[in-house]
Nanobody, 120 residues
């Protein structure tokens, strides 16, 4: 069974920085992409940034130049470095993983979410 666990998050002042990470465990054949989404109160969940197995990345316009997504060498941990945080970045941040089991069936698994609050 695949599990996705996020860590990091917390409270930070506007202009500050925060890092969150996400680690995948379990028996899998491959990871195709890992992504960070966020959901603010009263708003729909939105894509923040995504990284593929080949290392290609994309991110929402609202975070370009401020957030950086990266992964470890083993490909099982993805990081989101968040700089120059704004109050509108306040949300629950979720990690999403797309991959395949050893029987080649695809999966999409989400973490439980981690709260990021930007406030003075």
């Amino acid at each position: 069974q695949v599990q996705v666990v996020e860590s990091g998050g917390g409270l930070v002042r506007p202009g500050g920085s925060l890092n969150v990470s996400c680690t995948v465990s379990g028996t899998i054949f491959s990871i195709n992409a890992m992504a960070w989404y966020r959901e603010a109160p009263g708003k729909e969940r939105e894509l923040v940034a995504r990284i593929t197995s080949g290392g290609s990345t994309d991110s929402a316009d609202s975070v370009k130049g401020r957030f950086t997504i990266s992964r470890d060498y083993g490909g099982r941990t993805v990081y989101l470095e968040m700089n120059n945080l704004k109050p509108e970045d306040t949300a629950v941040y979720y990690c999403s993983v797309d991959g395949a089991y050893t029987n080649f069936r695809s999966f999409n698994v989400w973490g439980q979410g981690t709260q990021v609050t930007v406030s003075s």
